[in-house]
């Protein structure tokens, strides 16, 4: 079993930053992408960011400039910076990853989700 747990969630004035943090524990042989997500309530859960095992990043319009996620390979964590937080950025963020497990799993990619952690920007 797979369990994402993240962490740096909390409370912020409009203009200020936080930092969210994800580690990914258990059976794990390789972790292809890990994202954010978030979601607030009525609304479907929406793409902030990703990050691949190749390197890459992608952002949601809305975030970009402001958020940064960065992986740690070694470590299977993955942060997300965020800077410039405005009202509209108060949800619950999720963590999500795409991966493959060691035997006896098969080895098709899957995926799992963190519990989230609130953030909230107060103007």
């Known amino acids: 079993?797979?369990?994402?747990?993240?962490?740096?969630?909390?409370?912020?004035q409009?203009?200020?930053?936080?930092r969210l943090?994800?580690?990914?524990s258990g059976s794990i042989l390789n972790i292809y992408v890990m994202s954010w997500y978030r979601q607030?309530?009525?609304?479907?859960r929406e793409l902030v960011a990703t990050?691949?095992?190749?390197?890459?990043?992608?952002?949601?319009?809305h975030v970009k400039g402001r958020f940064t996620i960065s992986r740690?390979?070694?470590?299977?964590?993955?942060?997300l910076q965020m800077k410039d937080l405005k009202?509209?950025?108060?949800?619950?963020?999720?963590c999500y990853s795409v991966l493959q497990q060691p035997p006896?799993?098969?080895?098709?990619?899957?995926?799992?989700?963190?519990?989230g952690a609130q953030v909230t920007v107060s103007s």
């Open 72 to 79: 740690d390979g070694a470590k299977n964590t993955v942060t």
């Open 87 to 94: 009202a509209e950025d108060t949800a619950v963020y999720y």
């Open 21 to 24: 943090s994800c580690a990914a």
């Open 104 to 115: 006896p799993a098969g080895l098709r990619p899957v995926s799992y989700w963190g519990k």
């Open 1 to 12: 079993q797979v369990q994402l747990v993240e962490s740096g969630g909390g409370l912020v």
């Open 40 to 44: 607030v309530p009525g609304k479907e």
């Open 51 to 61: 990050s691949t095992s190749g390197g890459t990043t992608s952002y949601a319009d």
């Open 14 to 18: 409009t203009g200020g930053s936080l």
